[in-house]
């Protein structure tokens, strides 16, 4: 599958790698022999984390978070506050809830384990009588700044009750080369599905479904060839089994290649993104999406919920909404990428369900596109699915997952996901743990010895922000930040926002450094947690109790305390200055300064 733009976007540009030599390593020290490696550069990355043996926080060390980020599933074996905690410190910057699953009572129950979990990553009380425990910003006045993503279930298809099923876990076998009767009638749904007729929730099937066309049932599990197609309403579609296979009642349905009409939002979406704005969470994560329309309605409604939940106290006008990452699982989702990317906020590759709608030869090359596309749009994108799959059961990943994690990192993703290894798994710390370890591995690797991947995904941004003509005054200074930190060789860039906007600019410039984002609005900072290499921190006081000139000066000071920064770094401080009686417009500004 070719996206137009995203698959211009995926040119790379051939770059000298080969020479480039970290300064130091943990057992390993490169250097050239005769134009060649003679040994490689390759540290244990767990020398690299702010926790070592244990999940406590090293008090010696100063914090050097990973830049991209982990979006983790919280559920069952991962929703109670001593493990939340220890997801928390382990590297879970964002946590998604899955409404295919869950229900009001647990949302309610991870939502407060979450902000009772502490962490370096966690709001600052400067005037605060608590004393602040040295190197880890951490103090008992701590709030956590992390973010909530709410995945709905979206506009699904599936197959009806089956006949006799009152348990709901019965199963029916289908026989390799049987015939299969697909139906959308009334009377089926009530007598309940057979082996031979099976009910499909969808009316319009029969309209999106020629002969020689597949239907998936249950993720792939029993693959249908299309024989025969009955036009006209409540027609049938008449299929053979390509396989054996068990159905159970409710299955999944996949049709690839078809265009369907499905809704941008179920019934069941539309309350539960209500539910979630009445609890604030930052991002909705639009399952199934086909177009931008899908995209512009799902935002319509939220600006709809947004006024209905005022008058009702739940919400206060002004508010940012929540942002919305349209997950990209269908044919028409790729066909219509483009559109969906510029209407979206952000882009999940959600690689389960479009691994049964393409040839899941082509995942990883849609992936690889996906990705292209949103570094050259500047917008956050999340790779997921089946990352490290096999740590639900075992305490260590394979080394084909270590490798896709590795390589969604090197393509330029701004987060990796977990799913079912956090939400039900065996391993929910571990697996964190793991995960933060394989990015920080993969980030130093890029930084000294093969800065090829990440340049690329820069030039991808630059070339992009040319044909958009950007040149305002906050890309320019975003450019200029990131090109004097390199230049400055800084530990961190320091930025003072009030809507977000500079830190986004700079983390699409991909700075190999941290990027401290100062913010007075504590929704405006968990909506910056998604893009590779912002730490946001609430902190109200800066940008309205302090004399502009001091911001600076306390910033930097801020950072120190809160771990990022030491003496004798140097550091690149942003702000964005409100206009004085002589200037007609607000303007930025930008400092270069060493930590005292």
Same mark, same amino acid.
């Given at each position: ?146 973010? +909530? /993503? !709410? *995945?709905?279930?979206?506009?699904? #298809? ?9 348990? %709901?876990?019965? =199963? ?42 597949? +239907? /998936? !049932? *249950?993720?792939?599990?029993?693959? #249908? ?9 409540? %027609?049938?579609? =008449? ?358």
């Amino acid at each position: 599958m070719i996206l137009p733009k995203a698959a211009i976007a995926l040119r790379s540009h051939a770059r000298v790698t080969g020479n480039i030599v970290a300064p130091c390593a943990s057992f390993s020290t490169s250097s050239i022999v005769g134009g060649k490696r003679s040994s490689f550069d390759l540290p244990d990355p767990r020398n690299l984390m702010s926790y070592q043996s244990s999940l406590d926080y090293a008090a010696s060390q100063k914090w050097n978070p990973q830049l991209s980020k982990i979006v983790a599933t919280i559920g069952p074996t991962s929703e109670q506050l001593p493990v939340m905690k220890d997801i928390v410190r382990s590297g879970m910057r964002v946590m998604r809830l899955n409404f295919s699953h869950a229900t009001e009572e647990e949302v309610e129950l991870r939502m407060t384990n979450l902000k009772l979990s502490k962490g370096r990553h966690s709001v600052f009380h400067p005037d605060s009588e608590e004393e602040v425990v040295a190197n880890t910003g951490e103090s008992s006045v701590h709030k956590n700044v992390r973010a +909530v /993503l !709410l *995945d709905t279930r979206g506009p699904e #298809l599936r197959t009806g009750k089956l006949a006799g099923d009152i348990s %709901g876990h019965e =199963t029916v076998q289908i026989e390799s080369g049987s015939t299969v009767t697909l139906c959308v009638t009334d009377d089926v749904r009530d007598n309940g599905s057979t082996a031979s007729h099976l009910f499909i929730d969808y009316p319009k099937l029969n309209r999106c479904l020629s002969p020689g066309m597949k +239907v /998936l !049932l *249950d993720d792939g599990a029993i693959i #249908l060839s299309v024989t025969e197609v009955q036009h006209g309403d409540n %027609g049938t579609v =008449t299929c053979t089994a390509d396989n054996t296979g068990e159905i159970r009642s409710r299955a999944g349905v996949n049709l690839p290649g078809a265009v369907t009409d499905l809704p941008a939002m179920s019934d069941k979406d539309r309350v539960d993104i209500k539910y979630g704005m009445s609890k604030d969470v930052d991002y909705v994560a639009a399952s199934f999406i086909q177009t931008a329309d899908g995209v512009r309605e799902i935002k319509a409604y939220m600006e709809q919920c947004a006024k209905e939940l005022a008058d009702e106290g739940k919400w206060e006008l002004g508010r940012p909404l929540p942002l919305i990452i349209s997950k990209i699982e269908s044919v028409s989702g790729l066909n219509n990428f483009d559109d969906i990317l510029e209407e979206s906020d952000g882009i999940m590759v959600a690689r389960g369900d479009l691994g049964v709608e393409i040839p899941i030869q082509q995942v990883t090359n849609a992936q690889k596109e996906m990705v292209a596309a949103c570094n050259a749009a500047g917008k956050p994108v999340i790779v997921a699915t089946q990352m490290l799959e096999s740590m639900a059961k075992n305490p260590r990943p394979t080394r084909a997952e270590v490798a896709d994690v590795t390589n969604a990192i090197y393509d330029g993703a701004d987060c990796v996901m977990l799913s079912g290894e956090t939400a039900k798994g065996k391993y929910p710390v571990q697996v964190v743990q793991t995960m933060n370890e394989i990015i920080a591995s993969a980030e130093h690797f890029t930084k000294y010895s093969m800065p090829g991947p990440n340049l690329d995904a820069r030039d991808r941004f630059v070339k992009g922000q040319a044909e958009r003509q950007d040149r305002s005054v906050d890309a320019a200074v975003a450019k200029a930040a990131m090109t004097a930190a390199e230049e400055r060789n800084a530990a961190a860039i320091i930025v003072l926002t009030s809507h977000g906007v500079l830190p986004r600019l700079i983390s699409a410039y991909r700075p190999n450094i941290p990027i401290l984002a100062f913010c007075p609005n504590a929704k405006v900072a968990r909506q910056l947690m998604l893009h590779r290499g912002v730490h946001p921190v609430h902190i109200d006081d800066l940008l309205t109790d302090v004399v502009g000139v001091k911001r600076p000066a306390r910033a930097i000071q801020y950072a120190k305390q809160f771990g990022m920064v030491q003496e004798g770094d140097n550091v690149v401080v942003v702000t964005r200055e409100t206009a004085c009686d002589e200037l007609t417009h607000d303007f930025a500004s930008m400092k270069l300064a060493t930590v005292p």
